[in-house]
């Protein structure tokens, strides 16, 4: 299974991603992780994106195109999250042979968003996330399954958060279409107003009618 998760960012992609990608035993692939990975490494990519990824704007296709050539190596089935982000990194994938069955598109308003994201805290080696209010961590501050820290993210307030928004906004629907022309990708529209449960289990359904 072949799968690319879309949703703005707050939208609980990485929440449903970590539970997709275990239910269908599925590697996932999260763009953003593989930069926080290179950031905290203190790699050249990582020194070099730091601020970019802090001021909320989208980083150069070379370099996350090679990140997601090197972790796709012999890799079947994946859920890729937060790529492709550009109509030239969804191109990518068509021409490299990265195939891909489904789009499970998570449609969510800016006014959830921004609620979500005040609350939002990640386990940074893994990319797990929770949110204070709406899906604690068992431990205050800790990761449910390492036990170490969470953190918040530094691109998680509000005036990067409407800048990602509004790049999301510019981006992504034309990857959509150029997706619904050029492939014969099933999309999947999804309620992201909901809560995680109810997302998951629609997300599910909605796999298992197209499987059949
Ligand atoms: P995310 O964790 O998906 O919200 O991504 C966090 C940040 O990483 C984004 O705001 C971008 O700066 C950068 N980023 C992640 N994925 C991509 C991508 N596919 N293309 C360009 N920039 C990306």
Request: glycine share 6%; charged share 25%.
């Amino acid at each position: 299974m072949k799968i690319i998760l879309y949703g703005p960012p707050g939208s609980g992609k990485g929440t449903q991603a970590d539970l997709i990608s275990k239910i269908f035993n599925i590697k996932k692939i999260s763009s953003g992780d593989l930069l926080r990975i290179e950031i905290k490494n203190k790699s050249d990519i990582g020194i070099k994106i730091q601020k970019i990824i802090n001021m909320g704007i989208l980083i150069p296709d070379e370099i996350i195109l090679g990140l997601i050539k090197k972790n796709i190596k012999n890799i079947n089935d994946y859920l890729l999250d937060g790529f492709p982000r550009t109509l030239k990194q969804a191109i990518f994938l068509s021409k490299s042979k990265i195939n891909v069955n489904y789009i499970i598109n998570i449609i969510i308003s800016d006014e959830i968003i921004l609620n979500r994201i005040k609350y939002r805290l990640i386990h940074e080696n893994s990319g797990r996330s929770y949110n204070t209010l709406y899906n604690p961590p068992k431990i205050t501050n800790k990761d449910d399954i390492t036990g170490e820290n969470l953190i918040k993210r530094n691109d998680d307030n509000e005036k990067t958060i409407k800048l990602r928004l509004n790049d999301y906004k510019k981006y992504t629907y034309p990857i959509l279409n150029w997706y619904k022309n050029n492939s014969d990708i099933k999309l999947i529209n999804i309620n992201g107003n909901e809560n995680i449960k109810t997302i998951f289990e629609n997300i599910k359904k909605n796999i298992a009618q197209n499987e059949r």
